[in-house]
């Protein structure tokens, strides 16, 4: 029995580098200083906020944004941008993130260089991961969250709230430099994970030792500058004091529950808890809270919002966070590798003790759960895995999640709708619901 995943058909995958021009006359080369007249080329413009016209029809655009890696050369120099007219999930607002991060990396030069050319090595590698095609959707969830508490993207604070929310990028790519040792995942975005990448560079200087060993701990030493540089960029930001002591404490939350949500992953697995209550826990704390549930937080702190919106955006935040994730593990077991960037069925391969695996062992019988278990966690060849995938559709388990995923996605902008939220908020919030909970990567 074959099983589709819901995706947005007429998504196309926008290219920033195809609608960003350069945007400065000076051009940094791979590992030197940029000028310092490039530095700010992320300008502030005074000019109203969006309006609800603005986002009609958005939910195709952000499909695109959120569900696509976007294709973009690291060296690519994206066009001044409107603050006034950033709309997350969009190429502008990608490229506008890209902009900080570009920015934030070439301050780091002067820092890492006298560290020598292995510690020069590693931050490329770093600003390569992070700036290789991401979807921006934290820093997107958070600047929503700043505008939907009434944030003013024509004001003066403008600037050093979009710096904080691409912060997140790097918590994202420390969580993800770190999963994949943990997973063993061998690519990420088409491309070889970080610790498969200096695996090959200690095979090809010719070292003694093990390459996998050398690999995984440049890798993890990797994700921890990741999320010691997010903090930099938080810090470095320029956001007023006030600001800044409202955001501290939700960003140090956020930090140890996504390690937390990843204890809990590895925990799990070890431990063989089966049951779907402990899977949605682990989707919980080590996706949704950082995913959106924080950053709509996070921005809406910045912006000073009352409990009541905060307690709104999360709700919000924590199911369709989850929603997110449930499309996640199913899209680990039928998505298109040429979408996703990893092989077909990775997810089963790898074991992940997803809510799909969950709800698929409590429907099963004896002989089709002992056939779910022996499967999962092996090297599955493509007979094999399209084998699991008929038996987990068969078995219900396919559309449990998908009616998991509806549900919790309307709960979610439910509690969005009754909120105090800005009409435009609302408005993108819901089109970003829609995008991150059927989207094709």
């Given at each position: 029995m074959d099983t589709k995943v819901v995706v947005d058909e007429a998504a196309d995958?926008?290219?920033?580098?195809?609608?960003?021009?350069?945007?400065?006359?000076?051009?940094?080369?791979?590992?030197?200083?940029?000028?310092a007249t490039e530095r700010r080329c992320l300008r502030h413009r005074a000019r109203p906020g969006p309006s609800l016209a603005h986002f009609s029809?958005?939910?195709?655009?952000?499909?695109?944004?959120?569900?696509?890696?976007?294709?973009?050369?690291?060296?690519?120099?994206?066009?001044?941008?409107?603050l006034g007219a950033l709309t997350p999930g969009t190429p502008a607002f990608v490229a506008a993130?890209?902009?900080?991060?570009?920015?934030?990396?070439?301050?780091?030069?002067?820092?890492?260089?006298?560290?020598?050319?292995?510690?020069?090595?590693?931050?490329?590698?770093?600003?390569?991961?992070?700036?290789?095609?991401?979807?921006?959707?934290?820093?997107?969830?958070?600047?929503?969250?700043?505008?939907?508490?009434?944030?003013?993207?024509?004001?003066?604070?403008?600037?050093?709230?979009?710096?904080?929310?691409?912060a997140l990028e790097l918590v994202q790519a420390c969580a993800l430099v770190h999963d994949d040792i943990i997973?063993?995942?061998?690519?990420?975005?088409g491309f070889p994970t970080v610790h498969v990448d200096f695996e090959d560079r200690h095979r090809a200087a010719g070292w003694p030792g093990d390459g996998a060993e050398y690999g995984?701990?440049?890798?993890?030493?990797?994700?921890?500058?990741?999320?010691?540089?997010?903090?930099?960029?938080?810090?470095?930001?320029?956001?007023?004091p006030a600001a800044l002591t409202r955001f501290a404490p939700v960003w140090a939350r956020m930090r140890t529950e996504v390690l937390g949500g990843q204890l809990l992953d590895v925990n799990g697995e070890a431990g063989g808890d089966e049951s779907v209550e402990a899977a949605l826990r682990i989707n919980r704390y080590k996706t949704a809270a950082y995913t959106i549930e924080r950053p709509l937080h996070l921005g809406?702190?910045?912006?000073?919002?009352?409990?009541?919106?905060?307690?709104?955006?999360?709700t919000y935040g924590t199911d369709v966070g989850i929603a997110f994730q449930l499309r996640d593990d199913l899209l680990g077991v039928f998505g298109d590798p040429a979408v996703t960037g990893k092989p077909s069925g990775d997810d089963l391969r790898e074991g992940k003790r997803t809510v799909l695996i969950a709800e698929a062992l409590r429907r099963a019988e004896p002989p089709a759960a002992a056939l779910i278990r022996d499967g999962l966690g092996t090297d599955l060849d493509d007979s094999a895995v399209d084998r699991l995938r008929a038996l987990l559709t068969e078995l219900g388990a396919?559309?449990?999640?998908?009616?998991?995923?509806?549900?919790?996605?309307?709960?979610?902008?439910?509690?969005?709708?009754?909120?105090?939220?800005?009409?435009?908020?609302?408005?993108?919030?819901?089109?970003?619901a829609l995008a991150a909970t059927r989207r094709a990567a």
């Amino acid at each position: 029995m074959d099983t589709k995943v819901v995706v947005d058909e007429a998504a196309d995958t926008p290219d920033v580098a195809s609608v960003a021009p350069a945007m400065c006359a000076g051009r940094a080369t791979p590992g030197s200083a940029y000028p310092a007249t490039e530095r700010r080329c992320l300008r502030h413009r005074a000019r109203p906020g969006p309006s609800l016209a603005h986002f009609s029809h958005l939910e195709a655009t952000l499909s695109a944004g959120i569900g696509t890696p976007l294709a973009r050369s690291v060296h690519d120099t994206p066009a001044p941008v409107d603050l006034g007219a950033l709309t997350p999930g969009t190429p502008a607002f990608v490229a506008a993130v890209e902009r900080v991060l570009t920015d934030f990396f070439a301050t780091r030069r002067e820092i890492v260089d006298p560290l020598g050319p292995v510690f020069v090595d590693a931050a490329d590698a770093l600003e390569q991961f992070v700036l290789r095609g991401g979807k921006r959707t934290r820093p997107g969830f958070a600047w929503t969250g700043w505008l939907g508490a009434g944030g003013d993207p024509s004001g003066p604070d403008a600037a050093a709230v979009l710096t904080a929310c691409s912060a997140l990028e790097l918590v994202q790519a420390c969580a993800l430099v770190h999963d994949d040792i943990i997973d063993s995942s061998r690519t990420r975005r088409g491309f070889p994970t970080v610790h498969v990448d200096f695996e090959d560079r200690h095979r090809a200087a010719g070292w003694p030792g093990d390459g996998a060993e050398y690999g995984a701990a440049v890798a993890i030493l990797i994700g921890d500058l990741a999320l010691a540089w997010a903090d930099d960029l938080v810090h470095e930001a320029g956001l007023t004091p006030a600001a800044l002591t409202r955001f501290a404490p939700v960003w140090a939350r956020m930090r140890t529950e996504v390690l937390g949500g990843q204890l809990l992953d590895v925990n799990g697995e070890a431990g063989g808890d089966e049951s779907v209550e402990a899977a949605l826990r682990i989707n919980r704390y080590k996706t949704a809270a950082y995913t959106i549930e924080r950053p709509l937080h996070l921005g809406a702190a910045l912006a000073g919002a009352d409990e009541a919106l905060v307690a709104a955006l999360r709700t919000y935040g924590t199911d369709v966070g989850i929603a997110f994730q449930l499309r996640d593990d199913l899209l680990g077991v039928f998505g298109d590798p040429a979408v996703t960037g990893k092989p077909s069925g990775d997810d089963l391969r790898e074991g992940k003790r997803t809510v799909l695996i969950a709800e698929a062992l409590r429907r099963a019988e004896p002989p089709a759960a002992a056939l779910i278990r022996d499967g999962l966690g092996t090297d599955l060849d493509d007979s094999a895995v399209d084998r699991l995938r008929a038996l987990l559709t068969e078995l219900g388990a396919v559309d449990d999640v998908e009616r998991r995923i509806t549900e919790l996605t309307d709960a979610g902008l439910a509690a969005v709708a009754a909120s105090s939220a800005t009409p435009a908020a609302k408005e993108l919030l819901h089109a970003m619901a829609l995008a991150a909970t059927r989207r094709a990567a």
